[in-house]
C-alpha cells in the first residue's frame, strides 16, 4: 500500500500568516497510465464532512478561495494557505487516487495561534 | 441540487450485521464513482469501498470479505452491507462521489455513525 506521510501533524497560525503542509508519498503517485498524478487535498472541519480543496496536485475544486495552492511532483506535494482565515481552522488530509487501495495521510491539524 | 444523505447507521452488537444506505439526488449513482470513507471519531479518515461506473467493486483489507458495496439505479442508492462487525469497525462512514471524475471525492454526505458494542 501507498503510504503518505503529513508534516506537521499541528500546525499553529497566526491569522492573517501563511501556513504550510507536506505530504510525502512512499512512491510515485504518477500514473504511468496517464500521466496524471492523483493526489488531492481535503479539508475536515470539525462536525462537517471532508471537503475537496483541491485535485491532482494542485487544481482548486469550485468555490475553493485562491489562498489554497498546491505544488508538488512524484512523492512530495505541499499545500499552503496564503493567509490563513478563522473558517481555515481544521484537519487537511492528503490523499492519493494513483494505486489501489486509495489512502489518506494521517492529517494535520491547523489551528490558531 | 447536488446531494448525497446517509442512512442506516446505529449501535449493533459485535458479529452483527448492519446496511447502510446513501440516497443520491441530483445525479445518478450508476453513472458515477461512488464510495464510502470513515472516519474512527477522533483519528483520520480511511477509505473504505468503492464502486466505478461500471459496477467494479473495490475494497480496502480490513473490510473485504465482510462488507459489500452495491447500488440500486432505479432508487439511485448506494449500499454498504456490512457483516462480522467488530470493535474496530466503530465509525462514522461517508458516503463520497466523484462526480468530476478528476481523482477525487468532490461530493459528500454528513456522514451515518456506527457504534459496534456490546
Known amino acids: 500500500d501507498i503510504v503518505l506521510t503529513q508534516t506537521p501533524l499541528s500546525s499553529p497560525v497566526t491569522l492573517g500568516q501563511p501556513a504550510s503542509i507536506s505530504c510525502r508519498s512512499s512512491q510515485s503517485l504518477l500514473n504511468g497510465d496517464d500521466g496524471n498524478t492523483y493526489l488531492s487535498w481535503l479539508q475536515k472541519r470539525p462536525g462537517q464532512p471532508p471537503r475537496l480543496l483541491l485535485y491532482?496536485?494542485?487544481n482548486r475544486f469550485s468555490g475553493v478561495p485562491d489562498r489554497f495552492s498546491g505544488s508538488g511532483a512524484g512523492t512530495d506535494f505541499t499545500l499552503k494557505i496564503s493567509r490563513l482565515e478563522p473558517e481555515d481552522v481544521g484537519v487537511y488530509y492528503c490523499?492519493?487516487?494513483?494505486?489501489?487501495?486509495?489512502?489518506f495521510g494521517q492529517g494535520t491539524k491547523v489551528e490558531i495561534k | 441540487e447536488v446531494q448525497v444523505v446517509e442512512s442506516g447507521g446505529g449501535l449493533i452488537q459485535p458479529g452483527g450485521s448492519l446496511k447502510l444506505s446513501c440516497a443520491v439526488s441530483?445525479?445518478?449513482?450508476?453513472?458515477?464513482?461512488m464510495a464510502w470513507v470513515r472516519q474512527v471519531p477522533g483519528q483520520g479518515l480511511e477509505w473504505v469501498s468503492d464502486i466505478r461506473g461500471d459496477g467494479s467493486p473495490y475494497y480496502a483489507a480490513s473490510v473485504r470479505g465482510r462488507f459489500t458495496i452495491s447500488r440500486d439505479n432505479s432508487q439511485n442508492t448506494l449500499y454498504l452491507h456490512m457483516n462480522s462487525l467488530r470493535d474496530d469497525d466503530t465509525a462514522i462512514y461517508y458516503c463520497?462521489?466523484?462526480?468530476?471524475?478528476?481523482?477525487?471525492?468532490?461530493?459528500w454526505g454528513q456522514g451515518s455513525l456506527v457504534i459496534v458494542s456490546s
Open positions: 441530483g445525479f445518478t449513482v450508476n453513472n458515477n464513482f
Open positions: 463520497a462521489a466523484s462526480l468530476l471524475a478528476v481523482g477525487g471525492y468532490d461530493c
Open positions: 490523499m492519493q487516487f494513483t494505486q489501489y487501495p486509495w489512502t
Open positions: 491532482r496536485i494542485s
